[in-house]
């Protein structure tokens, strides 16, 4: 699959960027990165106007549905956890996120077979690669996008977080770990014409050893290991293979804005700034978005605004071509 292609025509002035599901379903088995467990992914297409929803499939069927909602987040501590009224939790939500985003995906159906996804690689890649291998079509409503109208700003300690108005998706990310292989990284991405697959799906996750270790004497972090994750001691990088990227733990950071950002219910319009922010700063800012009326609004995407639609650079078939097939 070239990712290099424009999926939209500049040409086409009246051009409407149309909602997108998944061609087909599609499956795959991992660990749970806490629980250590293994768990069945599955991917399946949803109905317009459905968004992404969750549902566990070891549970009651009547208790199973958890929406990816910004205020269905109950935990942000080690991952961004998400919980339906019956205390039915879904962990890890953010790397998955984050392709389903990256990809220009609106509907969705996530089946999971226990309280988290898996991590696979510890980065958004298998979940692009998925979706990718299902394949992406256009439906026949408008895409709904959530438009940033003014600055909103969450700030705890050092730690920064706000959305801006801007023309398209943007991110502008630091990460601050001094004394360490990480150090001082930043970076900007526009997420558009598939900048989120070849910038920031590859990027893993990272924790420092120390940590690790502390983590796993409390029962966490089961599933972890450096297949999943880049292990960071001091200044030095534990994985025999190195980096990704030279910066890829700004880059990772990046992925996991994404995908908690996408729990807005929507793409955002807007420029995200982050400065040493993390799963609980982000979800902070969606509150703060969403208590201001004044902050955001509902919007389509048409015209000129198409060239900045977020695109995973999955050119999606049309309806017609599915039915005829
Ligand atoms: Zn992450």
Not at 167 to 174: E, T
Request: some cysteine.
């Amino acid at each position: 699959m070239n990712i290099d292609n424009i999926t939209v025509d500049k040409n086409t002035k009246d051009h409407v960027v149309y909602q997108r599901t998944l061609k087909s379903a599609i499956s795959c088995d991992g660990v749970g990165l806490h629980s250590g467990e293994s768990v069945r992914l599955s991917l399946k297409p949803a109905l317009p106007g459905a968004g992404i929803i969750f549902k566990r499939t070891d549970v009651n069927e009547e208790q199973s549905i958890i929406p990816a909602r910004w205020d269905c987040v109950v935990d942000t501590r080690m991952c961004t956890v998400i919980a339906n009224e019956h205390g039915v939790r879904v962990g890890t939500v953010e790397h998955l996120m984050a392709a389903l985003a990256g990809c220009g995906l609106d509907n969705v159906v996530v089946e999971v077979s226990g309280p988290e996804v898996p991590v696979m690689d510890g980065s958004s890649g298998p979940f692009v690669f998925l979706i990718e291998c299902a394949g992406v079509v256009d439906q026949d409503q408008p895409r709904r996008v959530i438009r940033v109208l003014k600055t909103i700003l969450v700030e705890e300690g050092g730690a920064q977080a706000s959305l801006s108005p801007d023309h398209g998706f943007s991110l502008d990310v630091q990460v601050h770990f001094e004394g360490t292989a990480v150090s001082q990284q930043a970076l900007h991405v526009g997420m558009k014409n598939g900048s989120f697959c070849k910038e920031l799906a590859r990027a893993r996750t990272f924790g420092f050893l120390n940590e690790v270790e502390a983590l796993q004497a409390a029962g966490l972090g089961k599933g972890g290991s450096l297949d999943n994750a880049i292990i960071v001691d001091g200044l030095e990088i534990i994985n025999k293979d190195g980096l990704r990227f030279d910066d890829e733990f700004v880059r990772h950071k990046m992925l996991d804005a994404v995908g908690d950002l996408f729990l807005a219910g929507g793409a955002i319009m807007g420029k995200f700034s982050g400065k040493r922010s993390g799963h609980a700063l982000n979800n902070a800012l969606l509150h703060a978005l969403f208590a201001d009326d004044n902050a955001w609004c509902y919007d389509e995407l048409r015209g000129d605004a198409v060239n900045v639609a977020i695109d995973g650079g999955i050119f999606a078939e049309s309806m017609d071509a599915v039915s005829a097939a």
